[in-house]
């Protein structure tokens, strides 16, 4: 009789659990269908609204006009699906306008990028909405890696650290409050991101230089001479922790760095800053719901964010953006790690303030 412990036993193993996987994600389904079966037959008089918190024809409104799409099979049959381009980039003129103007009917739902959610994190003054008071439906991440020029010393803090940046506060922001805790001291050379940054790291001009997505594999091979990974972002998995990245399995991700490094874990308000800072930033976009939503609302839009995962069309073009797609409770457990204690939001801002001479106002 075979004890299950040879490759037979592995195998089995391995059907098991993804038969546990498939029935805890069957469960919440179930559960969601059947809520939205208690409303109307068409409970979207005018159609469902997309509020996408950026420009027209912005990156995050191209990924609208696909999420529709994707989305109509879970909603009843004959529903429209509006879509409403509102203010910058940067999310935080349409989150705002969702907050302050958007019934909580289940009738809008809003999509937002992740740096929304890091201006929020910092105190903006521009930022008049409350990212942990969103009901989350669905949610894509993206790997974020911070290459280094060969050489960069980490834990030497007599020598500083260039590290390309857009600006104060945005993605890069847990690559510059990163370094400093290792003990490096990082100093930003702001302006630069994309393809610029890494030409400024090509001339020596800076150390090191943030990229994310489907640019890493493209990144690590044009710069392979001069740089290498130093630390990611991690990734949340599907208990909603900040883990190693898997699709950077010999990257470390920065909590693992700084435990090599130091000899014991991350701690601290500081450290509790940074980790919901990484998350945001590897929160390409998040598709949510007023506080207050009726729950048979929420449940109709899960089970449709349900159905996203499910279309081809959608998962390709998730794949060639190198997106990883969340739906039901993975995404709400994705935007709980974004949360922080008062004194660690605190302890972020006095951060900003001090080393990056940054105010919000």
């Known amino acids: 009789m075979r004890d299950g412990s040879g490759a037979g036993g592995k195998h089995t193993a391995r059907l ?25 037959s068409q409970p979207f008089r005018d159609g469902a609204t997309l509020l996408i918190a950026g420009p027209v024809n912005g990156r995050l409104d191209r990924v609208s006009a696909h999420l529709a799409g994707a989305l109509l099979p879970g909603f ?20 705002n306008e969702f907050a302050a103007r958007v019934t909580p009917d289940g009738l809008t739902a ?36 911070l ?74 091979l044009a710069l392979a001479t001069l740089a290498t990974p130093l630390f990611s972002f991690g990734m949340i998995d599907a208990d909603g922790r900040l883990a190693a990245d898997p699709t950077l399995p010999d990257v470390p991700h920065l909590p693992a760095l ?14 509790a800053a940074w980790r919901s800072a990484a998350a945001a930033a590897i929160l390409d976009f998040a598709l949510v719901l007023p506080a207050l939503t009726p729950p048979p609302m ?34 709400t457990l994705c935007l709980g790690t974004l949360a922080a204690r008062p004194l660690a939001l605190l302890d972020l801002r006095r951060w900003l303030a001090e080393r990056l001479d ?4």
């Open 147 to 220: 290459l280094g020029r060969n050489g960069v010393n980490l834990a030497d803090s007599a020598t500083p650290v260039r590290v390309a940046a857009a600006r104060p506060v945005g993605p890069d922001l847990p690559a510059l409050l990163g370094i400093d805790l290792l003990g490096a001291r990082a100093v930003p050379v702001f302006g630069l991101e994309g393809v610029a940054a890494r030409a400024a790291l090509a001339r020596g001009e800076v150390d090191a230089v943030l990229v994310q997505g489907a640019d890493i594999a493209e990144a690590r």
């Open 76 to 95: 009843p049959s004959g529903t429209p699906i509006n879509r409403l381009a509102r203010g910058g980039p940067d999310g935080v003129a349409g989150a």
């Open 258 to 271: 700084y435990e090599q490094m130091r000899g014991t874990p991350p701690s601290g308000a500081i450290y």
């Open 298 to 331: 929420v449940a109709l839009w899960r089970a449709a964010g349900h159905e996203v995962m499910a279309d081809q069309g959608w998962q390709q073009s998730a794949g060639i953006e190198a997106t990883r797609i969340l739906a039901g409770p993975e995404t």
């Open 110 to 145: 809003l999509l937002l990028p992740g740096v929304a959610v890091i201006e929020w994190l910092a105190g903006d003054s521009r930022c008049h909405f409350d990212a942990n008071r969103f009901v989350p439906v669905l949610g894509g991440l993206t790997s974020r890696v």
């Open 358 to 361: 940054w105010h919000p106002g």
């Open 16 to 40: 098991a659990r993804r038969h546990l996987l498939a029935a805890g994600l069957a469960v919440p389904l179930f559960a969601a269908r059947r809520a939205a079966a208690a409303l109307p």
